[in-house]
């Protein structure tokens, strides 16, 4: 189940943005149990739920992330400064 779960975020998560994947986070969820769904129902495994709690980034996607969120607001605040 492990394995399958995986392999198919894993084919999700390779055809999606960064922007996509934290904004459509449900129809990941939704995408991501279709494909499970009946790849375990044929070996005697039925899915209950699913879902995504975290997105983990490399350190150095984390990094870039922060600095693009942190933009906009430092230019916010030059201009509240001036």
Known sequence: MYREIQ????????????????IEKDKVVAELESMVK???AGVGLALVAVGIRDHILPGEM???LNKVTEAPKAAEANLITR
């Open 62 to 64: 984390k990094d870039l």
């Open 7 to 22: 392999l198919a975020l894993r084919a999700i998560v390779g055809t999606r943005t960064l922007d996509a994947l934290l």
């Open 38 to 40: 009946p790849r375990l």
